[in-house]
């Protein structure tokens, strides 16, 4: 993400080629459908998902779960003093969730359209940046198969960290246009501003735009973009840094400055590690022979950037601790926080390509099938959680409506039945379509008297059935 190292179309062999030629006269709108064209072709598999993933979803269906618009409860705008302080994000979530809920495939499909909205923003900024139109292409087609993609664009939940790299990719886009000082002033401020009302993450924007200035020739445009960011950032701080910091050591949101080299090595070994679920389980298990292959894949991509280019070693190390520089205190590394800097990267290394010996070539080769690998794998998971969910949800939501109102439901889960999906599909949901659930369903132990047992593929027995 730097202006330091353009790439010029002449100087790639590839120029020759009949395809080449015609993309490079395409005109720009065309080649932005193409590629989100192609963007939702590879993310298929997410679409076709008859249901959900998380509890958060299904609470967000609950509040949804209105008359007509006139009932929603909106979130507050002025609530700053809620931890999760979010409102453009959780308003639209329940919009969609009003309209989609009901229609899981719908709703997939609202969020791979929007994932390909923002590839083709990625592609868009790339060429601005100088790359040309094939590694531009091809970066942002890895970036959408990687796992970090397939997870955002795959998951309702994560709609905070699609609205952040929509604003953040618009706004870059928009400072490469631009001359005028005070403009890029006003643009790294206000598209910071709509960011940050959709996530906290969105403080990386202005170290994002440092970085920029540092490594793309200290332009005054980027200097006077750097400081309307921060200076939105500072008075967003200014509002909500003490809740910010209130929350207890013991949760996922505890903050430690310790934990930060640990999460930033989490985040880079998780995109090329296919066996992963979450970044926070790449080191669980102490370093194992996976992870120290893993470890020396990304030491050598390290190694190819700084040969490709010593600025797109700097851009990839500080433009990566830039990006991450808000999740990297928390106390558990997550697929979605780490959105923005898989795009970075993955064009990073697309620009670092034409630079490259045949060596590194192939270590790039090597990286992007193991990401994609990765990818198709977050994609299934996503898929399988969703099968097991829309079957799961109605038949828990019947058996509570004809349960008495007076006791609690008990699980018991089966053999082979998958713990952490059904916990996270009951936890603080309070109702499913209609049906009040909340402290009415408790999950008892193996060993414990249960009313039902919940089996691997999410239906339910009466424990006095065969």
Not at 8 to 27: D, G, K, V, Y
Not at 179 to 189: F, S, V
Not at 441 to 452: C, G, L, R
């Amino acid at each position: 993400m730097t202006q330091a190292t353009p790439t010029h179309e002449a100087a790639n062999p590839q120029n020759n080629h009949a395809l080449t030629r015609w993309l490079q006269r395409c005109p720009v709108g065309l080649l932005l459908v193409l590629v989100g064209l192609l963007a939702v072709l590879l993310q298929l598999p997410l679409v076709f998902n008859p249901g959900y993933f998380s509890h958060d979803e299904l609470q967000w269906a609950a509040w949804a779960d209105v008359a007509g618009l006139s009932a929603m409860r909106w979130n507050d705008w002025l609530a700053f003093s809620d931890y999760q302080y979010r409102p453009l994000t959780f308003n639209l979530w329940r919009l969609l969730s009003y309209w989609c809920f009901d229609q899981p495939m719908v709703f997939h499909g609202v969020l791979v359209l929007w994932g390909s909205l923002n590839a083709s923003l990625l592609w868009l900024a790339a060429r601005r940046f100088g790359l040309s139109v094939w590694p531009a292409m091809t970066g942002t087609l890895l970036f959408v198969a990687s796992p970090y993609a397939m997870y955002v664009h795959g998951w309702v939940a994560t709609m905070a960290d699609l609205l952040v790299m929509s604003f953040a990719l618009s706004m870059l886009s928009q400072l490469c246009r631009t001359q005028r000082p005070l403009m890029a002033l006003l643009l790294g401020a206000g598209f910071t501003a709509v960011a940050l009302i959709s996530k906290e993450s969105a403080l990386s924007l202005p170290a994002v735009l440092g970085v920029i200035w540092l490594l793309g020739g200290r332009q005054k445009v980027w200097f006077m973009a750097t400081w309307g960011a921060g200076l939105v950032a500072l008075a967003y701080l200014a509002l909500r840094l003490p809740v910010l910091l209130s929350q207890p050591e013991n949760t996922h949101y505890g903050l430690s400055l310790w934990q930060m080299p640990w999460r930033w090595l989490e985040y880079h070994l998780y995109w090329i590690s296919p066996h992963l679920t979450e970044p926070h389980t790449t080191l669980a298990k102490g370093l194992r022979g996976s992870t120290v292959v893993a470890a020396s894949l990304v030491l050598g991509l390290f190694v190819i950037l700084w040969l490709a280019h010593r600025r797109l070693f700097w851009a990839a190390l500080l433009g990566g601790l830039a990006l991450l520089a808000p999740v990297l205190p928390l106390a558990a590394s997550a697929a979605q926080y780490g959105y923005l800097f898989a795009a970075g990267l993955v064009l990073l290394v697309a620009a670092a390509w034409r630079h490259c010996q045949r060596w590194g070539r192939v270590w790039i080769m090597l990286l992007s099938l193991l990401s994609v690998w990765h990818g198709v794998n977050t994609a299934l998971l996503l898929r399988d959680a969703g099968r097991i969910q829309a079957v799961f949800s109605p038949a828990l939501a019947q058996a509570v409506a004809q349960h008495p109102a007076d006791q609690a439901l008990r699980l018991r889960l089966d053999e082979g039945a998958p713990r952490w999906l059904f916990i996270r599909l009951t936890s603080d949901v309070p109702s499913y379509r209609g049906v009040e659930l909340g402290q009415r369903v408790q999950w008892a132990a193996t060993d414990e008297a249960a009313d039902y047992v919940v089996q691997a593929d999410g239906q339910i027995r009466a424990v006095n059935q065969p």
